[in-house]
């Protein structure tokens, strides 16, 4: 599976319509990679410790890259950019996630929608209770 398909299949596994802060979309792709991608193919990102936790600016390029594609939505907020799927987004994604074993596709919607459960600095907050090691650079004190 290419690193796209990846991509759209998490974020398909949120519903139609779902959207992401740039927060949650960082940290479901982190925990993708460390928690399940012996499942998924991965990893397919490298990330670091940042402000917030872990970090690849290659999340946000392959999501606009995507949008380029019109697979993907990034709309500003002024503060922030939202990202979401596309109809044809949500579609290409679906039949990526189909791809994935009953396990995986399980854990991948379970991990898309718990971020998007989670306030801001609660989910700072948990990667860093597991994560300890991607708390070095961070500005975030909650």
Not at 24 to 45: I, N, R, S, T
Not at 63 to 69: S, T
Not at 72 to 84: A, C, D, L, N
Not at 99 to 115: E, I, L, P, Q, R
């Amino acid at each position: 599976m290419t690193r796209s398909e990846m991509v759209l299949a998490a974020l398909a596994a949120a519903g139609q319509n779902a959207t992401f802060t740039p927060v949650q979309v960082q940290k479901l792709f982190f925990l993708l990679d460390k928690e399940a991608a012996h499942l998924l193919g991965g990893p397919y990102f490298q990330f670091a410790p940042h402000d917030y936790g872990p970090f690849d600016r290659a999340v946000y390029d392959e999501l606009d890259g995507l949008a380029k594609n019109d697979l993907t939505i990034v709309q500003s907020t002024g503060r922030y950019r939202v990202y979401g799927l596309s109809q044809e987004g949500f579609q290409e994604g679906s039949k990526a996630l189909d791809k994935f074993s009953g396990n995986a596709k399980s854990y991948v919607s379970d991990v898309a929608n718990w971020v998007r459960r989670l306030t801001f600095e609660q989910l700072v907050a948990s990667i860093y209770n597991r994560y300890p090691d991607m708390k070095v650079n961070s500005v975030f004190r909650g």
